[in-house]
């Protein structure tokens, strides 16, 4: 089975502070995605990477950046977190970039911005 | 404007139901569609993928109708692990960047 692992599950920051979002997939997929999730709005694309060191901004990219330095990690970075920026987040991981609509989503980590 | 819209519900049923869920999406150009399903506090998983002859998983029924710009999920005698959100999701073109999801439709089966 796809396994995608994201290190938190709930984390609280403190306006300002810089928050790091990690996700491991152990299957080798070449693309590696960052949504988030809010009542009402469905899941928004934040960036997404088709390969080691690429990167792509997606719908909402604003206050968020991305590393990917290894094929199996991908990381996203809130410099400095806002309140607006309370959401669930979700990584996810394709072979195929998603074209075949299959993407294999982590558990979610929840984060909250005081 | 949404790329997607789905009808939030809640929709309740009895145990034994019919139910259906429908979709609706604005880009005409849009090329695959899926349906995913989200338990309350888990992440989407894939339900199964829409074609244009429509398709049938079980108790699951796909359709799109492509003239109409809608696509839906009929699900046949509800069980009560049925209850989830259902997501629709639509790939405006090929990769992965196109791929909008609507806010999903919950239900909820009663015993």
């Known amino acids: 089975d796809v396994k995608v692992t994201q290190s938190s599950r709930y984390l609280v920051k403190r306006t300002g502070e810089k928050v790091f979002l990690e996700c491991v997939q152990d299957?080798?997929?070449?693309?590696m995605f960052w949504y988030r999730q809010d009542p009402g709005l469905g899941l928004r694309l934040i960036y997404f990477?088709?390969?080691?060191?690429?990167?792509e901004k997606g719908d909402i990219p604003e206050g968020y950046s991305v590393s990917r330095e290894k094929k199996e990690r991908f990381s996203l970075i809130l410099e400095s977190a806002s309140t607006n920026q309370t959401s669930m987040y979700l990584c996810?991981?394709?072979?195929?970039?998603?074209?075949?609509?299959?993407?294999?989503f982590g558990e979610g980590s929840r984060l909250t911005v005081l | 404007r949404k790329e997607v819209e789905q009808d939030p519900g809640p929709f309740n049923v009895p145990e034994g139901a019919t139910v259906a869920f429908n979709c609706t999406y604005s880009?005409?150009?849009?090329?695959?569609f899926f349906w995913y399903r989200q338990d309350c506090r888990k992440e989407p998983k894939l339900l199964m993928s829409?074609?244009?002859s429509g398709n049938e998983d079980g108790r699951f029924t796909a359709q799109l109708n492509r003239a109409s710009q809608y696509i839906s999920l009929l699900i046949r005698d509800s069980k009560l692990s049925d209850s989830a959100t259902y997501l629709c999701?639509?790939?405006?073109?090929?990769?992965?960047?196109?791929?909008?999801f609507g806010t999903g439709t919950r239900l909820t089966v009663i015993p």
């Open positions: 996810a991981s394709s072979p195929t970039g998603g074209a075949n609509g299959e993407l294999f």
């Open positions: 299957m080798d997929h070449e693309n």
């Open positions: 990477s088709y390969d080691v060191k690429m990167k």
């Open positions: 880009n005409s150009a849009s090329q695959s």
């Open positions: 829409v074609y244009s």
């Open positions: 999701v639509v790939n405006e073109q090929t990769g992965a960047n196109n791929l909008f």
